[in-house]
């Protein structure tokens, strides 16, 4: 699987290094230069520099022939904004966007994109540690 | 009439000015408290300090009973998310958003934002009438799909100069809405109306006429 991921913060660079280890071809984005440095040394996927709000460079990380785009950065409405564009420009076949906002969450799975909330998935594991 | 603004920069600041000065009923939501008290001491209580793309601020906000959402901060994602909410989960019913980046109107189009006004472009076709040979200047280009309000001038040397509006062969459709003379006499023409030099046409035509419309008027 080709998959292309938007934000080298330390959820982005985990995910590149797992699906690398699994044998998938990876892309990952970022706009800082020094986030590369959170990738392991025997990460062999390609790291490139750029936004992934920015169509030219979307287009340079391989996103016409991609089989998923992926958002992990930190804000959530640079997530919602390139992962519309993958969507609804580049008909990526499987958009995942990390969304902190549980209302924004709510509001983007229901105009179709498939939507991560940390903040709601941590939580709520943290309450069934607790209260099992 | 009530109008939800997001980001009170001096854009944001000046058209709450103008809109309350109409009458309009405005708020604006800011997240820099600094901006937010000048907004409040030159207004009233119009401005409150917050994000704009936070469910919880818009509906302490009434978004439900808005008519109009304008989002002018200085990120397009933030406009866009901003207006998509607004759309979406409130139901305001048109959603404005400033486009720092051109590129990206395809998209704000394609995700339902009402209308996207790109300032850099607004500044170049001010600056490109008041070079020589002046084109035309699109004074409400992209509010509507359909038809576009431009702003041509009539150059002296034009062949049209003495002709009746009835004798120009201006494009089917095409409304001529005013004319401002050399004087700066404003008028409203009719099919008798003389067409003079330098006269300034203010007119409503469908985009791909305004090639024709400008032959029409200018001769050229």
Same mark, same amino acid.
């Given at each position: 699987m080709k998959v292309i991921i938007m934000g080298c913060s330390r959820v982005g660079a985990r995910l590149a290094e797992l699906l690398y280890r699994d044998g998938h071809q990876v892309t990952i984005?970022?706009?800082?230069?020094?986030s590369f440095r959170r990738l392991q040394q025997d990460f062999g996927g390609t790291a490139l520099l750029g936004s992934g709000m920015d169509e030219a460079v979307l287009r340079r990380a391989g996103i016409e022939t991609a089989d998923a785009f992926i958002t992990a950065t930190q804000g959530d409405n640079r997530n919602i904004m390139a992962a519309q564009v993958a969507r609804h420009i580049f008909n990526v076949p499987r958009v995942v966007c990390r969304i902190y906002d549980p209302l924004r969450r709510d509001l983007y799975s229901e105009l179709g994109l498939e939507t991560i909330s940390s903040t709601t998935i941590v939580a709520q594991m943290i309450k069934e540690e607790l209260t099992g | 009439m009530y109008i939800i603004i997001v980001g009170g920069g001096r854009l944001g600041h000046n058209l709450a000015k103008s809109l309350i000065s109409q009458s309009y009923e405005v708020l604006v939501i800011e997240k820099d408290p600094g901006l937010v008290e000048r907004i409040n001491a030159e207004l009233g209580s119009v401005a409150l300090v917050g994000? /704009?793309?936070?469910?919880?601020?818009?509906?302490? !906000? /009434?978004?439900?009973?808005?008519? $109009?959402?304008? %989002?002018?901060?200085?990120?397009?994602?933030? *406009?866009? &998310?901003?207006?998509?909410?607004a759309k979406h989960h409130f139901n305001i019913p048109r959603t404005i958003a400033r486009l720092l980046d051109e590129r990206n +109107?395809? =998209? #704000?189009?394609? =995700? /339902?934002?009402?209308?996207?006004? *790109?300032?850099? *472009?607004? $500044? =170049?076709?001010?600056?490109?009438? +008041?070079?020589?040979?002046?084109? &035309?200047?699109h004074l409400l280009k992209g509010? +509507?799909?359909? #038809?576009?309000?431009?702003?041509?001038? &009539?150059?002296? %040397? !034009?062949?049209?100069? /003495? %002709?009746?509006v009835a004798e120009l062969a201006l494009p089917e459709g095409v409304i001529l809405a005013l004319i401002i003379r050399r004087d700066r006499t404003p008028l409203v023409p009719g099919t008798e109306t003389l067409i003079e030099a330098e006269d300034q046409v203010i007119a409503v035509t469908r985009p791909d006429d305004e090639p024709s419309l400008r032959a029409a008027l200018t001769g050229k």
């Open positions: 984005l970022d706009v800082k230069a020094e | 994000d /704009g793309c936070e469910g919880k601020m818009l509906e302490s !906000a /009434g978004a439900r009973r808005a008519d $109009i959402f304008i %989002s002018l901060t200085g990120e397009d994602e933030d *406009n866009l &998310v901003a207006c998509q909410i +109107e395809p =998209l #704000f189009k394609k =995700l /339902g934002i009402d209308v996207t006004i *790109n300032s850099t *472009n607004i $500044i =170049l076709e001010y600056i490109k009438h +008041e070079l020589p040979s002046p084109p &035309v200047m509010l +509507e799909k359909d #038809f576009e309000v431009v702003d041509i001038t &009539v150059p002296s %040397s !034009a062949q049209t100069v /003495g %002709s009746r």
